[in-house]
């Protein structure tokens, strides 16, 4: 198994009395794609949350190559390489798709209050490199030609595209993708699928996946774990879980899963 | 008789009964006879009329507007109706006045009012008129409505014309009496000197030129920027530093045009532009809800009070010690003073979003303003009573003070003002504050810093106020906590969203029609509350974004033009 990038140890966040995500272990391997799936409200987007630093976990402990982010503000999880999407999509709907990217890029620019007011040679270098950047991955997202359209105005694919371009902005180390393909047909799916495999092949980034549609889980994901009322029901490649009664079990209830298992006893005598 | 009363009909009589309360409602509060005082075309249309008669066709215009009915005839016979419909509700006003002694309740319902609303007329003559009148203005009002797209801006533009124009006639004369060979224009245009308002030759021209020139400008295929455009990109320099040139020109010589007055009034626009500038930042670029801007007036004010003030001494009325400084060496203390009072008030606020930003702000505005008048800090600010003597504004011991001679350094402020926005706004800065203004939480995601970036924004709009105050205190040359009431804050916010927010030339616009015009109009100060409310709501209404929105840069395409690199 190649090296673990992301380990999250024994976290628990509890929301009044609710374990949103109940002492979970996940390891994150380095150059994969890693999906977590689960019902509705299992706590996957919780999980995120914590990732990325907008909840304080309860107790355990989250690392990222040797720091501890559960202490940290997302501001600060972001400048040290791990970006984000979001399930609704939110982008800054009254800046442009460029200006959207070149926010994205704010934690890479240096520029103060004063290099921006007297135009230092230094700030006009890094806005140049930062448009040229801009260009480039609107071009990778497949969006050239939009930039200058105010992002509120794009087509909804593209918005989850531009929404990808601006968490790459950062030039993260692991990007977290919080369902990327909702609301999608099946061939702007396809077209996520190609996507998210180019990020892991051209830019070598590792992706961590929150998906519902079980096909695209199965076809790109290394790692699957499965999360029901907030906590790790199964693991495993994705082979692996599409066989598991406990996740049989979570997805369509009891009876189906002892039907599955019934079925597999037959097969086996 | 069952097709009249089938609903739809209903328009005209809603939207004139709307009209109709307005018109009372107008009437009453003593507005229609205020403004009857002043022409607009000299003997003929007085103001107060005018108001009338603007309530009509704003109602024709809309009854027709909203009218369903395919015939486009109908439609302006709708606008009509509801005209009419209106000035009847006046007329039952009229009847009802002298019965019910209603001018024992509203001082303002008195003979001259009546004589306004009925032209004079009496009995069944005055109902006649006033309905005529009334159907009359609705179908103008219609009419207008029911014009192509294009005519019909160009007529309401014309019209408008017409009205400012009348309105100000003494003002402009006054400014261009000066230049030779214009009189005679002017002679014919506003009539002789005592009379107010334009002649009818005048009015007739100023309508004719302005819709002429509206019309003709809108049957151009193209628009001029971009035929500007078009031209290549040496010219396109040329023609924008020549433009750039005759306005710092015009900006350079207007107050030896426009007097002591009007070089006065604008100086107050100036020190309005300076303040929007700042808060622009603050609201317009970052999305935090200052309703307490004016604190930072108000601390730019008292430290150039405090530092340059020469009544010193145990004396009631005058501070225990002031260092006397002179204004240069004051106003960099005061600026950066405010900037600070930015930060500190920043400090608290950061965690506070929205709504409950705003009421916060808005205690610390007045905060400000009771400490300034509490008898604690009275030795050195001089409590209710304020500071006196606070040093002039003088270059080489020049007294600068005269509105005319002000009028520069307030321009150069604004400058300043206006170039660091700009490029702050193009900036990295520029575009956090704006993700921070679209959604804090994603911002945070991106990586950017909370804190520095609302202080940020929050020390540069109060570094600006502050400047603008410091000038404040020594044109005014006294300075008292009540000049630093919650209405400042308002009528900056207020400039900005007529403005457009986040639009720097929007802040320009918003101040001129906010505190110019009003400066103008004053013998209407007593409604400028009113009228500020109705133009607010019916901007929010009608073009929330304000005059002059807010635009996003082309830059996918544009940086790369072959003249630029």
């Not at chain 1, 998210?196 to 961590?208: H, K, P, Q």
């Not at chain 2, 956090?432 to 609302?454: C, F, N, P, Y």
Request: proline letters at 4%.
């Amino acid at each position: 198994m190649a090296n673990s990038i992301l380990s999250v140890r024994k976290v628990t966040k509890i929301f009044g009395g609710l374990i949103a995500v109940n002492s979970l272990d996940l390891e994150l391997a380095e150059n994969g794609i890693h999906s977590v799936i689960g019902p509705n409200g299992a706590g996957k987007t919780t999980l995120f949350n914590c990732i990325t630093g907008f909840y304080k976990p309860e107790s355990g402990e989250i690392l990222f190559q040797g720091h501890h982010l559960e202490y940290l503000s997302p501001d600060r999880v972001t400048r040290l390489g791990i970006s984000r999407t979001y399930q609704n999509i939110r982008l800054f709907t009254n800046l442009s798709a460029l200006e959207n990217i070149l926010v994205g890029q704010h934690p890479r620019l240096h520029t103060g209050m004063l290099g921006s007011i007297f135009k230092t040679p230094g700030m006009v270098k890094e806005e140049k490199e930062a448009l040229a950047e801009a260009r480039r991955l609107l071009a990778f997202v497949g969006l050239t030609g939009k930039g200058d359209h105010l992002s509120k105005n794009l087509p909804y694919g593209d918005q989850r595209r531009l929404e990808i371009a601006r968490a790459l902005a950062s030039k993260p180390k692991v990007l977290l993708l919080d369902e990327p393909t909702a609301g999608m047909n099946p061939s702007e799916t396809q077209e996520m699928v190609h996507f998210i495999l180019r990020l892991r092949d051209e830019l070598g980034i590792t992706v961590l996946l929150i998906e519902h549609e079980m096909r695209v889980v199965m076809k790109i994901s290394e790692v699957v774990t499965v999360l029901d009322f907030g906590q790790k029901i199964a693991e495993g490649t994705p082979a692996q879980i599409q066989s598991d009664s406990h996740v049989i079990e979570a997805y369509l209830g009891r009876g189906a899963a002892s039907g599955l298992a019934q079925n597999e006893a037959k097969a086996k005598a | 008789m069952k097709k009249i009363l089938s609903s739809s009909w209903f328009i005209p009589l809603q939207i004139g009964s709307i009209a109709g309360i307005t018109g009372i409602l107008m009437s009453l509060v003593g507005m229609v006879e205020e403004f009857a005082k002043r022409d607009i075309i000299a003997g003929i249309i007085e103001m107060g009329q005018t108001l009338v008669f603007i309530n009509l066709l704003v109602a024709g215009y809309f009854a027709a507007s909203r009218s369903q009915r395919a015939q486009a005839y109908l439609r302006v016979i709708e606008g009509g109706l509801a005209g009419a419909i209106a000035t009847f509700f006046l007329w039952i006003l009229v009847q009802l006045i002298p019965p019910l002694d209603l001018r024992s309740i509203f001082l303002n319902a008195s003979p001259a009012l009546i004589k306004v609303l009925t032209f004079d007329r009496e009995g069944a003559a005055a109902l006649g008129v006033m309905l005529t009148a009334g159907f009359l203005s609705g179908l103008a009002g219609g009419l207008i409505q029911s014009l192509p797209a294009r005519y019909r801006t160009a007529v309401v533009r014309g019209l408008i014309w017409v009205a400012m124009l009348g309105l100000l006639q003494d003002l402009i004369r006054v400014t261009l009496l000066n230049f030779p060979g214009v009189g005679t224009a002017l002679q014919w245009m506003f009539g002789s000197r005592n009379e107010k308002g334009l002649s009818v030759a005048g009015a007739i021209a100023v309508f004719v030129v302005v819709t002429g020139g509206s019309i003709l400008q809108s049957n151009q295929a193209t628009s001029l920027s971009a035929r500007v455009g078009r031209l290549p990109a040496k010219q396109q320099q040329f023609i924008r530093w020549g433009g750039l040139l005759l306005a710092g020109a015009i900006v350079f010589y207007l107050p030896q045009v426009l007097g002591l007055y009007l070089s006065e009034v604008a100086n107050q626009v100036g020190l309005f532009i300076l303040m929007g500038l700042g808060l622009n930042i603050v609201v317009g670029f970052a999305g935090l809800l200052d309703l307490g801007y004016v604190a930072f007036f108000a601390i730019g004010a008292y430290v150039m009070g405090y530092l340059t003030t020469t009544a010193i001494g145990p004396e009631s009325g005058q501070i225990i010690y002031g260092p006397q400084l002179n204004f240069w060496q004051a106003l960099p203390i005061a600026v950066l003073i405010s900037l600070v009072a930015g930060v500190i008030l920043g400090v608290p606020v950061l965690n506070i979003r929205g709504d409950y930003l705003a009421i916060v702000t808005l205690g610390f505005g007045e905060i400000i303003r009771i400490l300034a008048g509490s008898d604690f800090l009275k030795p050195y600010i001089g409590g209710s009573q304020g500071i006196v003597q606070v040093a002039p504004i003088t270059i080489a011991g020049v007294d600068f003070n005269s509105p005319q001679k002000l009028y520069y350094l307030i321009i150069l402020g604004i400058l300043l003002a206006t170039f660091v926005s700009w490029r702050l706004r193009d900036s990295r800065i520029g575009r956090a504050w704006k993700a921070l203004r679209e959604d804090e939480d994603v911002a945070q995601a991106m990586g950017i810093h909370l804190v520095s970036t609302k202080l940020m924004a929050f020390a540069t709009g109060a570094a600006f106020a502050g400047m603008s105050g410091a000038i404040f205190a020594s044109k005014i040359g006294s300075i008292y906590p009540h000049s630093f009431k919650l209405l400042v804050s308002i009528n900056v916010l207020a400039l900005i969203i007529v403005g457009g927010m986040g639009s720097l030339p929007g802040v320009f616009v918003g101040a001129l029609i906010l505190v110019g015009l009003p400066e103008l109009l004053r013998e209407f100060s007593e409604y400028r509350l009113l009228i500020y409310g109705v133009l607010l709501i019916i901007m929010m209404l009608t073009k929330p974004e304000g005059f002059i929105p807010e635009t996003t840069h082309k830059r996918e395409l544009h940086e790369e033009e072959p003249g630029t690199v």
